[in-house]
């Protein structure tokens, strides 16, 4: 059968679009260094649909299984590609493995389907292995993008991906109910395959541009809440989820603790040592304290030598006894500085959010720590002082 002048159009748009998507994502990832990996899976998915549709489109009544094989294989694989492109941009574990494993199990399906019976039995296990491809990969996308935004935003974003797989399911389940055809039927004269393709082609771009999109929007926001120098939150962020424990607090009764850390004589090894060793000592002292508290904590560089760690749903007891133990770490693991040996010390100022000192605002809880803070620098340093309430004889000290 003949290709009208308008399947024609559509078939060299469709070609066009894979085409050019593939030397967009080649360039993004090997010339931009956008997240290359995912980039260039991309590009490769883009390729493989190019060849695979070219294929679809191009296969006739008489072609033989091989060629029928082939092209639905090429576009299985550009499911595959896409998928791992999504792992890739989101530091997922890669599932090639898994993905392979059901492209076998396909391959061993499909060769048994009986030559009379190409396209009807072909197109209902393309549509189910596309389906599984196409669902696990929207699932990715949402999670991923769940983590860094509101979960209608993610929605919206794996919306496209999920509709195209729940057309495929669609497709399958029909196939079921349809009775077998005795000659299969091609793509020339069906227009409304060539606009499904075209609009296939259009999704699956958008949702790996929108994805891509998302991922740079989370790494942007990463990037602005932390502190360049040790990797923990900045300021603004610990400001930020502050305000939300003094939130939780205010409306649940939920308390919590804050500890103020200030490095002792901090100044004397930027003079000794000079500032790129004030540096790793930061970086030290950041990298001992951020790997001994628990997952729901936060802990952040509140400026110069300070830092600030946030306990959630933590009594007065509780954060002290966190307090001696990071105050014994930074004590077991001194800074190794060429031929040097620094032990860092640190005072800590500790503030408490609960039901004997209910805080007003975390500005005032902040300020009841900088005062248990420098108690703790008058009584001599390296040692630990707990807020307590004006009503009480004043300041608690605990000398570790």
Do not use: C
Not at 14 to 39: D, F
Not at 125 to 138: H, K, Q, R
């Amino acid at each position: 059968m003949s290709v009208s002048s308008t399947e024609q159009q559509l078939l060299v748009f469709i070609m066009l679009l894979t085409g050019v998507s593939t030397i967009a994502w080649l360039i993004l990832s090997r010339l931009m260094r956008i997240a290359p990996v995912a980039s260039l899976r991309f590009s490769a998915a883009n390729m493989l649909l190019f060849v695979g549709v070219a294929m679809l489109f191009l296969r006739q009544v008489d072609s033989s299984l091989l060629f029928w094989l082939g092209a639905d294989l090429l576009a299985l694989l550009a499911f595959v590609a896409l998928k791992a492109g999504f792992l890739a941009l989101f530091k997922h574990p890669s599932a090639i493995k898994t993905d392979l494993g059901l492209l076998l199990l396909w391959s061993i399906l499909a060769l048994q389907v009986p030559d009379n019976a190409k396209e009807h039995w072909l197109g209902l296990l393309f549509s189910a292995f596309a389906f599984i491809s196409l669902a696990s990969s929207t699932t990715i996308l949402y999670q991923a993008s769940a983590n860094s935004f509101k979960k209608r935003y993610a929605a919206a974003v794996a919306a496209p991906l999920a509709g195209i797989s729940l057309l495929f399911l669609l497709r399958f389940l029909t196939s079921l109910f349809i009775e077998q055809q005795d000659t299969p039927v091609v793509h020339q004269g069906k227009s409304e395959l060539y606009w499904a393709y075209l609009v296939f082609v259009l999704l699956v771009n958008i949702t790996i541009f929108s994805s891509t999109l998302v991922r740079l929007v989370a790494k942007i926001r990463h990037l602005a809440d932390r502190d360049q120098l040790t990797g923990l939150y900045n300021r603004f962020a610990l400001n930020r989820k502050l305000m939300q424990l003094q939130h939780l607090h205010m409306r649940h009764q939920q308390p919590y603790a804050i500890l103020l850390f200030d490095l002792d004589h901090f100044k004397r090894i930027n003079d000794r040592f000079g500032h790129l060793a004030g540096d790793k000592a930061l970086k030290h002292a950041a990298n001992l304290l951020s790997s001994n508290i628990r997952s729901e904590d936060v802990l952040g560089r509140f400026g110069g030598e300070e830092f600030l760690l946030l306990l959630p749903m933590t009594e007065r007891p509780m954060a002290e006894q966190v307090a001696a133990k990071l105050l014994a770490v930074l004590h077991q693991h001194p800074l190794q500085l060429n031929d040097n040996t620094l032990q860092l010390t640190s005072s800590i100022g500790i503030a408490v959010a609960g039901l004997e000192n209910p805080a007003a605002s975390s500005e005032v809880l902040l300020q009841q720590a900088d005062q248990a803070l420098y108690q703790a620098k008058d009584n001599g340093r390296d040692q630990i002082n707990t807020y307590t309430a004006p009503t009480d004889t004043g300041l608690k000290t605990t000398i570790s």
